[in-house]
C-alpha cells in the first residue's frame, strides 16, 4: 500500500484577516504612542521658549532701569493706538544704553505695549530722537517703527513707589519713584499673571569739599580720596 502524501496546509481566509487586524491595531497604537509624545515634545519646547523670551523681556527692562544715568528721565505719559485704543507709554528720555541702544543723541526710548488685531497686545520699544515733538512726534508714535520684545500680553499695569505708597501714575518733572511694578497677563502661559517690580538707583548727592583742601582759605594742594558711600538698595513693601 503506498503511503498517503498531505500537501502543505496554508492560512485560511479568516487567519490572514485576523492577523490583518492585530497589526492594524498595533500600528494605530504605535502611533497614537508617537503622536501623543510628539505633541508633549512640542508643547514643552513651546513653554520653554515663551518662558525664556518672558525672562529676556523682564531682564533688558531691569538692566535699564538699574543703569539709567545722572541725566536721564522716567515718567509714564498716556498714548493712543492708530485705532484710538488708550496705550501706557514708559518713557526713558535722556538715556543711554536702554535697551541696547548705546547711544540716543539726547533722543528717548518708549516702551509701550501695543494693541495687535487679534486683541492681545505686544510690548514694543520705539526710538525718538532729539528734539522731535509735536505733529511729528506724534507721527512717529502712531506709524514708527516699533521693535516688538515681547507678544500675546493682555491687561498691563504700571505703578509706582515713592514716600510709602504705590501710585498709577507717574507725569513727566516728578523725578524719580524708587520701584516700578510692572504687571500683565501672559497669554503663551495661561493662568498666570506676571508681576514684576524693578528698582532704580537714586541719585547720589554732590560731595562738599573738604576744608584745607585746594582752592580753600590756608589749604595745601594735595590728593585727596573721598569715600562716596554707596546707596543702599530699598527693601520691596
Known amino acids: 500500500m503506498k503511503p498517503q502524501r ?36 512640542r508643547t514643552v519646547q513651546a513653554e520653554q521658549t515663551s518662558a525664556r523670551r518672558l525672562e529676556a523681556f523682564l531682564r533688558i527692562v531691569r538692566d535699564t532701569f538699574q543703569n539709567l544715568p545722572v541725566e536721564a528721565r522716567v515718567f509714564l ?22 535697551f541696547g541702544i548705546s547711544s540716543l543723541g539726547g533722543g528717548s526710548v518708549i516702551l509701550a505695549a501695543r494693541p495687535r488685531p487679534d486683541g492681545t497686545r505686544v510690548f514694543s520699544i520705539l526710538r525718538i530722537p532729539s528734539g522731535t515733538e509735536g505733529v511729528e512726534l506724534d507721527r512717529l508714535v502712531s506709524q514708527g517703527a516699533w521693535m516688538p520684545l515681547l507678544p500675546g500680553v493682555e491687561k498691563v499695569a504700571w505703578t509706582f513707589y515713592n514716600a510709602g505708597e504705590w501710585v498709577e501714575e507717574w507725569p513727566e518733572g516728578q523725578g524719580r519713584p524708587v520701584l516700578v511694578r510692572l504687571e500683565f497677563e501672559y497669554i503663551e502661559m495661561p493662568g498666570s499673571r506676571v508681576n514684576a517690580e524693578f528698582w532704580i538707583p537714586p541719585l547720589a548727592p554732590p560731595q562738599e569739599a573738604p576744608p584745607g583742601g585746594p582752592g580753600s582759605p590756608g589749604g595745601q594742594d594735595q590728593n585727596i580720596e573721598l569715600e562716596v558711600p554707596t546707596p543702599n538698595e530699598p527693601t520691596t513693601p
Do not use: C
Open 6 to 41: 498531505h500537501g502543505a496546509r496554508g492560512f485560511t481566509l479568516f487567519e490572514v484577516i485576523m492577523a490583518m487586524m492585530i497589526i492594524g491595531l498595533i500600528s494605530g497604537a504605535v502611533y497614537s504612542i508617537s503622536t501623543a509624545a510628539l505633541e508633549t515634545t
Open 77 to 98: 505719559q498716556m498714548g493712543k493706538s492708530m485705532g484710538g485704543a488708550p496705550v501706557p507709554e514708559m518713557v526713558f528720555a535722556e538715556t543711554s544704553g536702554a
